[in-house]
């Protein structure tokens, strides 16, 4: 059956035409409607099958979702302190042709054997993979380290000086001053164990760490009650959203280790130190206020949304922002917790209207183009006019129809994620299942199945 308050933009409609003479009676049911647009009506259209129990997935509550930067689809289950990933095609994969190793990431455990329920994920162009689980730390999973293997750490290193004096220095803030004083590297000193360490999930960042804490006190911020709800990156910087502390922090890649790998490559690998507090608590435009999805966009803007009054979406930074009163996706009784928000490779903004069970897509100035995970419902109604006649008025009824769209498909969605070719990839949570849309102006559309 439809839920009542899927009906609660049908009948503020309703409320409006009646104003102008017309009455217009409730939507019927809609279970088995599910129209196919033609490609030139410029709507969403579902791809076949969803993601589900039914086609053989096995997601307990699909919670966030990206497209990594090899294509993948990972999927964060938090229930299930898993990350599934997926092909385009829909496959899940565990071990792939091209050497990629994914199977650590079926069952999320930290160092200390503990599970990892993934709440936020977000994957750098270093294809470091970051595992949020609402905690005071951000967890990280390599997945170029886990394709090559790893064969060694270095454990030391031996720099030359300008005049020839040789030491042999262990720690990475040793190493760095000394460069900066033209010393060279001269050997590598190499060790063999617990190289799983690196091949797991990790502590990227930890705001217990006791010297770490002291940095995050700094900022006004509590390290034992950071609640970490969201993950972006831009460059060295890694973004956390502290839906507790009502912050956006900033962190900075460190190197934490110089590995080797299987192939005799030589790379480094990072954790994260706070430096600022990007963006701080408030109820304005530019402010945080229980921060949830987040993401960058190519001119360096971060977006993010927020459970918190009075603005669910904002970006900050970049060439422009949004302005209040101007620009749709800034009003702010259009969402009821806005979880997510996402960008495609045009600039288009999607957010996951999570109460409001749709997908809202914005164009890049901030207006609104589309729903998405909508039906559209014929709605019967009756016209009502009156018409002079000499000098009476004769009134006349006629039965239409108008076409609305009602959220009878998802079921609070969490998150959204688009690809390289425009396909919209929902997690559709309380369903558990993941949803394909596409717009069907695509003229190269074709189901999969």
């Given amino acids: 059956m439809v839920r009542i308050k899927q009906f609660l933009s049908v009948g503020l409609v309703v409320l409006a035409i009646i104003g102008c003479g017309i009455k217009v009676d409730l939507p019927t049911e809609t279970v088995e409607f599910d129209p196919v647009f033609g490609a030139g009506d410029t709507s969403y259209i579902r791809i076949s099958p969803d993601w589900d129990s039914s086609n053989g997935y096995a997601f307990a509550s699909p919670w966030d979702i990206i497209v990594g930067a090899d294509g993948y689809v990972f999927i964060a289950d938090h229930n299930q302190a898993s990350i599934h ?63 090559v293997g790893v064969d060694s750490m270095a454990t030391s290193v031996r720099l030359e000086s300008p005049t020839g004096e040789l030491l042999w220095v262990v720690g990475f803030d040793s190493i760095n001053a000394l460069q900066e004083q033209d010393w060279t590297i001269d050997s590598i000193g190499w060790s063999d164990e617990n190289l799983d360490y690196w091949l797991a999930p990790r502590a990227f960042w930890n705001a217990s760490d006791s010297l770490e804490a002291i940095e995050v006190e700094r900022y006004f911020i509590d390290p034992s009650n950071v609640h970490v ?130 997908i809202q897509q914005f164009n890049p100035s901030g207006r609104f183009t589309f729903n998405i995970g909508m039906n559209r419902v014929l709605v019967d109604s009756t016209y009502s006019d009156s018409i002079l006649v000499g000098s009476e008025y004769e009134y006349i009824t006629r039965d239409t129809t108008y076409l609305v769209e009602v959220a009878d498909i998802l079921d609070g969605p969490r998150s959204v994620a688009v690809d390289a070719t425009g396909v919209v990839y929902i997690a559709d949570t309380k369903h558990q299942r993941v949803m394909r849309y596409r717009l069907s102006t695509e003229l190269d559309y074709t189901t999969e199945e």
């Fill in 85 to 147: 990933v997926i092909s385009t095609s829909g496959e899940e994969v565990i071990n792939d042709d091209y050497g990629n190793h994914f199977g650590a990431l079926s069952n999320l455990i930290d160092e200390a054997g503990a599970s990892i329920f993934p709440q936020a994920i977000h994957q750098d162009d270093r294809l470091n993979l970051f595992i949020a689980d609402s905690s005071n730390r951000l967890m990280v999973w390599n997945q170029y380290l886990n394709n």
């Fill in 229 to 358: 709800t969201g993950v972006s990156t831009s460059g060295d910087q890694c973004f956390v959203a502290d839906a507790n502390s009502n912050a956006i922090m900033e962190l900075q890649y460190v190197p934490v280790a110089l590995l080797l790998t299987a192939r005799g490559d030589q790379i480094l690998v990072y954790g994260g130190t706070i430096t600022s507090r990007a963006v701080s608590p408030g109820t304005g435009n530019g402010t945080v206020n229980d921060p949830r999805g987040m993401i960058h966009g190519n001119d360096g803007a971060l977006f993010y949304t927020q459970w918190g009054e009075n603005f669910s979406v904002h970006k900050v930074g970049g060439s422009s922002g949004f302005e209040y009163g101007e620009d749709d996706i800034m009003e702010i009784e259009r969402y009821e917790m806005a979880s997510d928000v996402s960008l495609d490779v045009l600039g288009n903004i999607y957010v996951a209207d999570t109460g409001h069970d749709r």
